[in-house]
Every structure is written in C-alpha cells, then in structure tokens.
C-alpha cells in the first residue's frame, strides 16, 4: 500500500485534502484570512463547497488508486490531468493577469511538478509491467 509507486497519490491527497477545506468549510470566513478576496453572496459559498467536494471527490478517488492495484492507473492519471490542469491554468494566469502572491506561486511550481512526477509514474510503472507479461 505504502510504496515510491503511490508516492505521487499520497502527497497530492495530503495537499488537496486541506485544501478542500480551506476552499469549501466555511469560505466566508476561512478564505479571507489566506487571500486578498471575501466570499460574501450564497453563489460564491456554493462555488467554493462543490469545489471542496471536487477537491475531496478525486481525493477519494485516489485512495482507491492507491488502495486497489487495479485503479492505480486510472487514478495516477486522474492525478495527471488534475494537477496538470491546475498548474497550466496558473501559468496561464500568470502570462495575463501577472504573477501572483508567493502561496500561489509554489502552488504553480507543486501542481507542475506534481503532474511530471504523476507522469514519470506512469510511463515507469507502465514499462515495468510490460517487462512482467
């Protein structure tokens, strides 16, 4: 259960499980004491709640990964996509709106490397069980 294989699924959850609730518990108040923005009208609170259960949903997702041999794949590249997404959205960010606080910054630089390492995973553990059939 615990190996260097999962490595990429048990940091990401241990990052995106706090995270979650940061975003989504009770975004009125917790969101302004981390960023420069309040949450003040219900569509904003319902935003960040369905992406604390997003956030929660796929970390889920990855604990079967890592719990079950046979979603390990799917998982790893569910993990891919995810941080992926998340780091090319801030560059993208970045290029139009400028470069944001430092927490934002290693957030790009985590979910970057995050989505290489998903990446390395799977093409290494890909040509391990080629070798074994």
């Known amino acids: 259960m615990i190996s260097i294989k999962n490595l990429h699924l048990l940091i990401s959850i241990v990052v995106v499980v706090p995270a979650a609730f940061i975003y ?3 975004p009125a108040n917790v969101l302004p004491t981390f ?12 935003i960040f709640r369905a992406l604390m259960m997003f956030y929660l ?13 046979d979603y390990w794949h799917a998982a790893s590249l ?11 959205g801030r560059l993208f960010s ?3 709106d400028g470069t944001p ?3 934002f910054s290693i957030g790009t630089y985590g979910e ?6 998903a990446a ?6 890909n040509i391990e069980n080629k070798k074994t059939h």
């Open 78 to 88: 569910s993990n891919f996509v995810f941080m992926g997404g998340l780091g090319i």
């Open 57 to 69: 949903t796929i970390s889920a997702f990855w604990i079967i990964g890592i719990v079950r041999r």
């Open 24 to 26: 989504g518990w009770d």
């Open 101 to 103: 606080s430092a927490l």
């Open 94 to 96: 970045i290029i139009v």
């Open 112 to 117: 970057l490397i995050l989505a290489l390492y």
């Open 35 to 46: 960023f420069d923005f309040s949450v003040e009208t219900t569509d904003q609170k319902n």
């Open 120 to 125: 390395y995973q799977l093409r290494l553990y």
